[in-house]
């Protein structure tokens, strides 16, 4: 079954909110191995939402639409729905008394405005929303399914899961399974170079690569009858997988940089510490933002200041002066200067610029440097894009570096 995404607000044309419902759905269309190729955005206007109804009924099983079943004037999907199937909008008398009495639970009197969720095209019908006023439609439109369901993402989730989805597949009891490869250090098209006579000859599973945040991450997907054969029809592709990427995969699934890197930690009972300048303690943000982190994480001094980096870290002005504040050797002192005044087995040490004005080097100059009881390397990075992706890309390689030198990977200099 092929289904297609149909997003209504002018909003969200506007950028003024992110369109996460897509996101949402379409992860969990492939989840359920239903087909999906489009996705359309349309504004509050009513002849444009028809029309686009329209061509996505040409062109799709079933659609589904997010937004528009509001209480106000520029709420126009049900009306829409209505005229792209050539039918009259019909008052629900049982879904009126489902809001009177919502209201009245919460003691508050509803506008009269608010019966216009009571509304549905003729033929059509309604979805209930446990969270919210606004009920879903499901109607038939030519040979196509039309399904349309709140904007607001936590009503529109849960009826997706419940009651779209298993729609959608109807008698459909296959398992769909999938993998996720999480790498680092190469590009999505080197990653997919290295990886492209597999991603040509499969059908069942399938391959497919996703950039996010610096990291690159390959998703194996396989149908069959049961869980146990769709697990079975990955591992021979993921274990080729790993083979040929080797120290580029840190995980799978749901094992983040930071959670890997502080398992690494304890299984080899090291603490570790963070100084950095450019990144203003993102480093140190994403290891405490996982549970149990103080268990082999001290601390981190941000020592954005170049007097903060020569008093806090011991970073010898005579180095500032000969090098610059982005520099290897200063990015060096600043690792081993947190690894001495924070206690730990393992520190990093970052500094660079970020931008939007370069500072003494090109704007996505960052130097990484990685203390250990093995010694100490660095680094230096260009890093693309503007500020945040900057700051973005270095915090992520930062905690890669961490990574490949708690497993004594040599990860280069320069």
């Given at each position: 079954?092929?289904?297609e995404?149909?997003?209504?607000?002018?909003e969200l044309?506007?950028?003024?909110?992110?369109?996460s419902?897509?996101?949402?759905?379409?992860?969990?269309?492939?989840?359920?191995?239903?087909?999906?190729?489009?996705?359309t955005v349309?504004?509050?206007?009513?002849?444009?939402?028809?029309?686009?109804?329209?061509?996505?009924?040409?062109?799709?099983?079933?659609?589904?639409?997010?937004?528009?079943?509001?209480?106000?004037?520029?709420?126009?999907?049900r009306?829409?729905?209505?005229?792209?199937?050539?039918?009259?909008?019909?008052?629900?008398?049982e879904?009126?008394?489902?809001?009177?009495?919502?209201?009245?639970?919460?003691?508050?009197?509803?506008?009269?405005?608010?019966?216009?969720?009571?509304?549905?095209?003729?033929?059509?019908?309604?979805?209930?929303?446990?969270?919210?006023?606004?009920?879903?439609?499901?109607?038939?439109?030519?040979?196509?399914?039309?399904?349309?369901?709140?904007?607001?993402?936590?009503?529109?989730?849960?009826?997706?899961?419940t009651?779209?989805?298993?729609?959608?597949?109807?008698d459909?009891?296959?398992?769909?399974a999938?993998?996720l490869?999480?790498?680092?250090?190469?590009?999505e098209?080197?990653?997919?170079?290295?990886?492209?006579?597999?991603?040509?000859?499969?059908?069942?599973?399938?391959?497919?690569?996703l950039?996010?945040?610096?990291?690159?991450?390959?998703?194996?997907?396989?149908?069959?009858?049961?869980?146990?054969?769709?697990?079975?029809?990955?591992?021979?592709?993921?274990?080729?997988?790993?083979?040929?990427?080797?120290?580029?995969?840190f995980?799978?699934?749901?094992?983040?940089?930071?959670?890997?890197?502080?398992?690494?930690?304890?299984?080899?009972?090291?603490?570790?510490?963070?100084?950095?300048?450019?990144?203003?303690?993102?480093?140190?943000?994403?290891?405490?933002?996982?549970?149990?982190?103080?268990?082999?994480?001290?601390?981190?001094?941000?020592?954005?200041?170049t007097?903060?980096?020569?008093?806090?870290?011991?970073?010898?002005?005579?180095?500032?002066?000969?090098?610059?504040?982005?520099?290897?050797?200063?990015?060096?002192?600043?690792?081993?200067?947190?690894?001495?005044?924070l206690?730990?087995?393992?520190?990093?040490?970052?500094?660079?610029?970020?931008g939007?004005?370069?500072?003494?080097q090109?704007?996505?100059?960052?130097?990484?440097?990685?203390?250990?009881?093995?010694?100490?390397?660095?680094?230096?990075?260009?890093?693309?894009?503007?500020?945040?992706?900057?700051?973005?890309?270095?915090?992520?390689a930062?905690?890669?570096?961490?990574?490949?030198?708690?497993?004594?990977?040599?990860?280069?200099?320069?």
């Amino acid at each position: 079954m092929i289904v297609e995404i149909l997003a209504i607000g002018t909003e969200l044309l506007l950028g003024q909110i992110v369109n996460s419902n897509a996101t949402q759905i379409g992860e969990r269309l492939a989840d359920a191995g239903l087909e999906h190729y489009q996705q359309t955005v349309v504004g509050d206007n009513d002849a444009r939402i028809v029309a686009a109804i329209t061509a996505a009924c040409s062109r799709a099983d079933a659609v589904i639409i997010t937004g528009g079943l509001g209480p106000t004037q520029d709420d126009l999907t049900r009306e829409a729905m209505a005229r792209a199937a050539g039918v009259e909008l019909v008052f629900d008398e049982e879904q009126a008394d489902r809001l009177r009495e919502r209201w009245k639970l919460r003691g508050r009197v509803m506008p009269d405005s608010n019966l216009q969720q009571a509304e549905r095209p003729a033929g059509s019908t309604l979805i209930a929303n446990p969270k919210g006023t606004a009920p879903g439609i499901r109607m038939r439109i030519g040979d196509t399914w039309v399904i349309a369901l709140p904007g607001v993402p936590a009503e529109m989730i849960p009826m997706l899961e419940t009651n779209v989805i298993p729609f959608l597949r109807g008698d459909d009891r296959s398992v769909v399974a999938s993998r996720l490869i999480r790498t680092w250090g190469e590009s999505e098209s080197a990653v997919a170079e290295m990886l492209g006579d597999l991603y040509d000859a499969s059908s069942n599973p399938t391959i497919a690569f996703l950039a996010s945040g610096g990291e690159i991450k390959v998703r194996i997907t396989a149908k069959a009858a049961t869980q146990v054969e769709a697990t079975e029809l990955i591992a021979p592709v993921e274990t080729t997988i790993r083979d040929r990427l080797g120290t580029l995969i840190f995980g799978a699934d749901g094992d983040t940089i930071e959670v890997v890197v502080l398992k690494a930690l304890e299984e080899r009972g090291w603490t570790l510490g963070t100084a950095e300048s450019a990144t203003g303690g993102l480093v140190a943000g994403r290891i405490t933002s996982v549970p149990g982190s103080s268990r082999a994480f001290r601390g981190s001094i941000v020592a954005y200041a170049t007097d903060v980096k020569e008093s806090a870290l011991g970073v010898p002005a005579d180095m500032i002066a000969a090098y610059g504040v982005v520099s290897e050797p200063v990015g060096v002192a600043m690792a081993e200067g947190a690894r001495s005044v924070l206690g730990t087995d393992v520190a990093l040490g970052l500094t660079g610029s970020a931008g939007p004005d370069p500072q003494e080097q090109p704007v996505g100059t960052i130097v990484i440097a990685v203390a250990t009881p093995d010694g100490t390397r660095v680094r230096t990075f260009r890093m693309p894009g503007d500020r945040e992706r900057v700051r973005t890309f270095a915090t992520t390689a930062s905690l890669q570096l961490i990574r490949l030198s708690l497993q004594g990977v040599e990860w280069g200099t320069g």
